[in-house]
């Protein structure tokens, strides 16, 4: 079975500042996807950023890119310019590339954005 | 288009009845899964549904929870005779493909007292 570790309970940035969010996970599985989610205080899950396994480059969406190391089974998430509407819990996701056994979340960080 | 849309998103249950959550995915999704989120706990597969089929139910506990996806009519998410430990909020997520991206619904919370 898949696991997902995210090892930082709680991270705290400067507004305007960069963090990067850690994320790693255990599978024998060479294809596969990987994701982050926010959950704002409202609770709504929101996809951040998608990565499929089998592509080399990095995925980025605007001020949010990810490390994939794929030999080190890592995946994380670096903001960029933080906002204070970035303040939320992030959660990392695997997904086989079965799909048929939904998403492996980790168990979260939570971020603060500091003003 | 409008979201994953789950109601109520606020249920309270008396120890003994039964819990009915409700899950319309976004137009075009086929796809349906819910997930249970403990208190500090990411989220935990429960099921995975297409139209009238389950498809994987092996995260949904085998006593007392169902669910369903008609031809017709939202995915449904079924407790009976709920406990204490059912307390908690329910996730609905649909895709239109099994390797695209779910989109989540805002959830269910439910209080069993």
């Known amino acids: 079975a898949q696991t997902v570790t995210q090892s930082q309970p709680e991270m705290s940035v400067q507004e305007a500042e960069t963090v990067t969010l850690s994320c790693t996970y255990d599978?024998?599985?060479?294809?596969?996807?990987l994701f982050w989610y926010k959950q704002p205080p409202s609770r709504q899950m929101i996809l951040v950023i998608r990565?499929?396994?089998?592509?080399?480059q990095n995925a980025t969406e605007n001020r949010f890119s990810v490390n994939f190391q794929k030999a080190a089974k890592s995946f994380s998430l670096k903001i960029s310019d933080s906002q204070l509407g970035d303040a939320a819990m992030y959660f990392c996701?695997?997904?086989?590339?079965?799909?048929?056994?939904?998403?492996?979340f980790g168990k979260g960080t939570h971020l603060i954005i500091q003003p | 288009n409008a979201g994953v849309m789950q109601n109520p998103r606020h249920l309270v249950r008396r120890r003994g009845q039964e819990a009915r959550l409700r899950c319309s995915p976004m137009?075009?999704?086929?796809?349906v899964y819910w997930y249970r989120q403990l208190p500090e706990e990411g989220l935990k597969f429960m099921v995975y549904?297409?139209?009238?089929?389950?498809?994987?139910e092996s995260g949904m506990p085998k006593e007392r929870f169902s669910a369903e996806f008609p031809k017709e009519g939202p995915s449904i998410l079924r407790i009976q005779q709920v406990v204490r430990g059912d307390s908690a909020a329910y996730f609905c997520?649909?895709?239109?493909?099994?390797?695209?991206?779910?989109?989540f619904g805002q959830g269910t919370r439910l209080t069993v007292v």
């Open positions: 599978t024998s599985e060479s294809d596969y996807y």
């Open positions: 549904l297409q139209k009238e089929n389950i498809i994987d």
């Open positions: 997520a649909s895709s239109p493909l099994l390797d695209r991206a779910a989109f």
């Open positions: 996701a695997y997904r086989s590339i079965r799909g048929a056994d939904g998403l492996t």
């Open positions: 137009k075009g999704h086929s796809h």
């Open positions: 990565q499929e396994a089998y592509k080399q």
